[in-house]
């Protein structure tokens, strides 16, 4: 009597699918995102995709959490015995950097493109990538609160700020780049400017 093999295991099966759906909603988008092309490139069937995830909205929903991973940053050189000046700007290097890549740059361009259709979908996409770092940015923006270096009533809403200034979301969908000789300048003027806006004000 012949044993039918198994197929692959359930685990296996998800990565494969969501890995194949990113890629196929990030170059297509929501609306042109085809499930027959995204079951072929994850190696199974249409059928077994549906099993898996009964709608296409349902599929988006799982891959924007599957991608948010690519957004996790390792901000362990933030140490308050270091100058504040100097760690900004690794740290808005790092972000511009991040967000620079071909990957990001159209997780951007689809979180923009699909927040009208998917509202809620888009912001819990957003805390969800934050939450891979922001913990760590906001703890050490804490410390130097503390220590009088800053002077800062909310340190979510500065480290957005930072981070909205140095990554250049906006102006890189548009296609505005800087020259690789102006970065640097750039984002030290950047730090400069977010220095200037919290310090201490005299009391």
């Known amino acids: 009597m012949s044993v039918k093999p198994k197929g692959r295991p359930r685990r296996e099966l998800d990565e494969a699918l969501l890995q194949a759906a990113a890629d196929e909603f990030l170059e297509f988008g929501y609306t042109d995102a085809n499930l027959g ?10 059928p077994a995709l549906y099993r898996r995830f009964p709608s296409k909205e349902l599929l988006f929903e799982a891959v924007l959490e599957h991608i948010s991973r690519d957004f996790e940053l390792d901000l362990s050189f933030l140490l308050v015995d270091r100058p504040v000046a100097q760690l900004l700007y690794e740290l808005a290097l790092l ?13 951007s361009r689809l979180g923009a493109h699909e927040s ?27 410390q130097l609160n503390a220590k009088g270096v800053v002077q800062m009533s909310n ?12 990554g250049r979301t906006h102006e890189r969908l548009m296609g505005v780049q800087l020259a ?24």
């Open 95 to 107: 972000f511009y950097d991040k967000l620079g890549t071909p990957r990001v740059m159209a997780m």
């Open 155 to 166: 340190t979510l809403d500065a480290a957005i700020i930072f981070l909205t200034l140095a």
């Open 180 to 203: 690789q000789e102006q970065v640097e300048p750039h984002l030290r003027e950047i730090v400069r400017f977010f220095l200037a806006g919290y310090a201490p004000r005299p009391r």
């Open 116 to 142: 009208v259709r998917f509202p809620q979908l888009i912001i819990n996409f957003r805390e969800e990538v934050m939450s891979g770092f922001m913990a760590q940015l906001t703890g050490w923006l804490d």
């Open 37 to 46: 092309r995204i079951a072929e490139a994850g190696k199974t069937t249409k």
